[in-house]
């Protein structure tokens, strides 16, 4: 318990960090959001200009001191600010609108990838040297291939000229968006590319790194000695090598899942899926200063959330962390 309580207490000030950077990175950047809503909608008033540096927290008015600690107790509150392309739509709504689309397709995808990977990695160690095993430079050379790349050449192969999948959006035009049969499957149907897109640039690198793993685990004493025993080979796969080569990757994974939110950035722009990896894009080519800066934070402490849930469990499963710990 003392060595989670250290790593808590690590992890707050990382996010407090995070949530500093995130407020005077943008500030030391030229222009701000009332710059670019002034630029964009040159007939506003002189009045107006106040009212949008009170609203948008920028201007002469307070320090920047102030500005820090309105800062932070606005996002103690939850409220990210207001929308600059969307005015006056606050933030959060956006991204909650926008968040799902993306945990879902990349989140379901990167699991997929993880127990796919995973399995492979346990069965090429396993059977290392066999016809599967020297598959392994395939799966390096998906894995290595730019998956926005492959993206395009998906695209042109099964939906521009084979027409077996939708070339973009998250649904059928003319639905509305809802828990309904018609929208569920549409949405499922327009998804099935994206995923393809991430699993197969994806699994190659879960699978060799489980295999290395397994590899070295195979070869430890207390393995050794379970094959001396004569233990069944699928226990001795499972139990004793699978069980003890997975918890690099299980760390890794964690840390994949910090990095959902985030999206597949370039993939979401090729196939104009409405997550966040889009919304993100459009922020930034429009200076939507508020967006962008909601997206950084709520992207930093993904991160730092999965890495500390990541090392809570594996404190649980591994009995040599709490050894260690009690030593």
């Known amino acids: 318990m003392k060595h989670i309580a250290r790593r808590l207490a690590f992890y707050v000030a990382a996010a407090w960090a995070a949530i500093t950077i995130n407020f005077f990175v943008p500030r030391a950047m030229p222009g701000n959001a009332v710059d670019a809503m002034m630029a964009q909608f040159p007939h506003l008033e002189p009045g107006a200009l106040k009212a949008l540096e009170a609203e948008f927290g920028v201007g002469s008015d307070g320090s920047l001191l102030h500005q820090y600690g309105s800062y932070l107790v606005n996002i103690l509150h939850g409220n990210l600010g207001t929308d600059l392309t969307q005015f006056p739509t606050p933030v959060s709504s956006i991204i909650a609108s926008t968040l799902p ?5 990349v989140g379901s995808a990167t699991v997929i990838s993880f127990l796919l990977g995973t399995l492979l990695g346990i069965f090429a160690a396993w059977r290392r040297g066999s016809r599967f095993d020297n598959l392994m430079p395939g799966f390096i050379f998906l894995q290595a291939t730019p998956y926005f790349f492959l993206a395009l ?5 099964f939906a521009a000229h084979l027409h077996y999948f939708p070339e973009q959006r998250g649904y059928d035009i003319g639905l509305v968006p809802g828990w309904h049969l018609n929208f ?10 994206p995923a393809l ?4 640039t994806s699994v190659g690198g879960w699978m060799l790194g489980m295999r290395n793993m397994m590899i070295t685990t195979l070869g430890e004493d207390y393995v050794l000695s379970a094959v001396a025993k004569g233990l069944a080979p699928r226990r001795i796969m499972l139990a004793y090598g699978a069980r003890n080569a997975i918890l690099p990757s299980f760390a890794a994974f964690s840390t994949s899942l910090g990095l959902v939110v985030s999206g ?16 993100l894009y459009n922020a930034v080519t429009s200076n939507d200063y508020p ?7 709520i992207i930093s402490l993904a991160v ?21 710990e009690a030593a």
Not at 264 to 279: D, K, Q, R, S, T
């Open 304 to 324: 730092l959330g999965a890495n500390l849930i990541a090392e809570v469990v594996y404190v649980l499963v591994d009995p040599r962390t709490r050894t260690a």
């Open 197 to 200: 897109t991430i699993v197969i």
């Open 153 to 157: 050449l998906l695209v042109d192969l």
């Open 264 to 279: 597949a950035l370039i993939m979401e722009v090729v196939f104009a899926y409405p997550g966040v990896g889009l919304l």
């Open 101 to 105: 689309w993306t945990l879902i397709l």
């Open 184 to 193: 569920i499957e549409s949405a499922l149907y327009h998804s099935l590319l």
């Open 291 to 297: 967006m962008v800066q909601a997206l950084f934070l």
